[in-house]
């Protein structure tokens, strides 16, 4: 049990363009989504906290005007990039669990994107 | 606000030791939860054993244990009959009231043949 799947595994985009990302919770309803961001060989940094059917509520730092989250559903979140900048190229991750943590996170398959 | 704290950016093992990895945090909160996540190569991020700050047992999960110091605020991970495929990064991770978890900075733990 506890399965999140994280489309897509890679994407390449070019300046500019948008880059929306999934991050499906198969097998549980999860009302809190969690984004993180991790550069290689690096720890991973909390972007924003995803609520479904309200808005996302972003840790200091973080351009919520780029980093668009919508949580339309209790097993959807995504997260689009938008304006792509190389330097947003990254490694994206998305967890969720379905008892508010307590028994850990279960965390997406990753998303590296790379903008050129 | 809550911070936690790996000291070992890397470790190095024989296959079939033992080895300990460190992690100490900073709270105020009297409630919260102890993690620690493996990830290899892949980047999936697995849980590899977990600790309620309530508990006074140390929590086992097979080969792994930890010791959980709650006065010292610190949360150490033992891997036992260490095995190839335990080479991967270690992250220690907190959950406290807000329900966010937060990582350590990681150790890399290199299990030689």
């Known amino acids: 049990g506890a399965v999140v799947s994280q489309h897509p595994s890679r994407v390449i985009c070019k300046s500019g363009t948008s880059v929306k990302i999934e991050c499906r919770s198969l097998d549980f309803q999860a009302t809190t989504m969690f984004w993180y961001r991790q550069f290689p060989k690096q720890s991973l940094m909390l972007m924003a906290t995803?609520?479904?059917?309200?808005?996302?509520?972003?840790e200091q730092g973080v351009e919520k005007d780029k980093f668009l989250i919508n949580h339309a559903s209790l097993t959807l979140s995504t997260l689009t990039v938008t304006s792509a900048h190389p330097e947003d190229s990254s490694f994206y991750i998305c967890s969720a669990s379905r008892d508010r943590g307590a028994y850990g996170y279960t965390f997406g398959s990753g998303t590296r994107l790379t903008v050129v | 606000a809550q911070t936690v704290t790996q000291s070992q950016p890397e470790m190095s093992v024989q296959e079939a030791e033992t080895v300990t990895l460190s992690c100490t945090y900073d709270?105020?909160?009297?409630?919260?939860?102890l993690f620690w996540y493996k990830q290899p190569p892949s980047r999936q991020m697995i849980l590899v054993i977990r600790q309620e700050a309530y508990k006074q047992q140390n929590a086992t999960e097979n080969r792994f244990s930890v010791n959980f110091q709650k006065a010292a605020k610190s949360f150490s991970l033992k891997i036992s009959d260490s095995q190839l495929g335990d080479a991967a990064m270690y992250f220690c991770?907190?959950?406290?009231?807000?329900?966010?978890?937060?990582f350590g900075t990681g150790t890399l733990l290199a299990v030689q043949p």
């Open positions: 995803s609520n479904e059917g309200s808005k996302a509520t972003y």
């Open positions: 991770a907190y959950r406290g009231e807000t329900n966010k978890l937060i």
């Open positions: 709270t105020s909160e009297s409630d919260y939860y």
